[in-house]
């Protein structure tokens, strides 16, 4: 029965057990936070079996991605990007629109995120740039050229609809190329270079973006009326251009001012309406009082929107308490350090910059989902990897799992390779 189970579930068993233990409690606190869902379609039953049917998919991705060959992942490097921009302007034009952004291409009842793989399509070809020009003083400067000219169009194209995600991509690009040996001079530079553009970038929201709880209504309105006398024929079309193209700045203009706002406000006086969010995730992380209400007791579940998604760390806690917290944390850093054992052992460079940035992926949006959820950064709409209700983010997530598993398997075998010379030496030098 054992070697049956090692026919299916290859690579490290680690990695295999971290992943059953997110989905066991995706279930079970999806299944608690859905109560939004339930309601609105009269069927208690139908969300969860819905979720553990993509988990199940999820998991039989991650079992046949297992089984590739990581020589494959190299020829797949072309298409995927292909694939990527197609689809991220596919959805800029004719994308289906959900929370205010246009994020998914809908297929009937199956809807598709592009992000999702055009995140894991530039850490692929970010991991065969590093190890194709890789020295002996590490990688060469040009490498660091032709990083950028991939990462600059994707996370533009994934900034206009999504701007928590090209972060996190621009994130864990800079991560692969700190760990790639990327010359730190030009490292030093583009964070220099990042800075600049992001204080440009938050004065061009701040400037442009109307946030409806501080602006004056009547003034918004006035100011509206006169650009648009202002404004004639071309430049009318422009106008409307730009606007649809940045129609997503009053919405983080919105959130940095809630976030960057330290008004003490009296509990009679605090807007549950305006700040629902933020305060029932607050509400559930004190309701928990260290231990937790157990699991499906949830009460703030009712009134947190994206409970299921953005906001289920702060249901964990609420149900889980903080051990429930702290377990959640421990797993995913078992994965990013499990993760890196196995890319120490690989004899090639390309297997361990993929595997690599694939768990930095994952463990950056986890970090963060959880840091919005206790409010240390403003509100985003990042799903918990492998734990969030999602269609495409979980599948696409255990696909990448299924990635780094593959990797475990040659990395498995290098080892014991090497172990076995380092057994076989003493013996000689004894002979």
Known sequence: MNKKLDNIFKGDKVIWMVLFFLCMISVVEVFSASSNLTYKSNNYIRPIVWHLGTIVLGVMVAIVTVNIPCRYFKLMTPFMLFIS?????????????????????GFGFFTFQPSEIAKGT???????????????????????????????????????????TAALLCTVVLLMMIIGRVPMVQVGKLLGVVAVIGVAAVTFVMAVGHDEAKDDPRLAKTDRVEAEAAAAGGAKEEEGAIEKLFHRADTWKSRIDKFLDDTQVPPEEYDLDKD??????????????????????????????QAFSD??????????????????????????????????????????????????????????????????????????????KGGTSTIINCAYIGAILSVSRTAKRAGRTDEKSAGEEPAGEAA
């Not at 596919?90 to 246009?102: C, M, P, T």
């Not at 970010?126 to 890789?134: D, K, P, R, Y």
């Not at 309701?287 to 009460?299: A, C, D, F, M, T």
């Not at 889980?320 to 890196?340: C, E, K, Q, S």
């Open 122 to 164: 530039m850490i692929l070809a970010e991991a065969q740039i590093l190890s194709a020009m890789q020295g002996d003083r590490g990688t060469d400067r040009k490498a660091f050229k032709y990083i950028l000219c991939l990462a600059i169009p994707l996370a533009f194209l994934i900034m206009l609809e999504n701007l928590s």
């Open 311 to 388: 906001f289920i760390f702060a249901i964990i806690i609420e149900e889980m308490g903080l051990g429930g917290a702290f377990l959640v944390v421990f797993l995913y850093i078992v994965l990013l350090f499990r993760t890196a054992r196995i890319a120490s052992r690989c004899e090639n460079n390309f297997p361990a910059f993929l595997a690599m940035g694939l768990a930095l992926m994952l463990v950056v949006q986890a970090t963060f989902n959880m840091m919005v959820a206790v409010g240390f950064v403003p509100v985003t709409g990042q799903p918990l990897p492998l734990i969030s």
């Open 85 to 105: 921009f197609t689809t991220l302007l596919w959805v800029l034009l004719a994308g289906e629109s959900i929370n205010g952004a246009q994020r998914v291409m």
């Open 276 to 305: 629902a969010q933020v305060a029932h995730a607050n509400i559930a992380i004190v309701k928990s009082n260290g231990i937790g209400k157990g699991p499906g007791n949830s009460e703030e579940r009712d009134f947190l929107s």
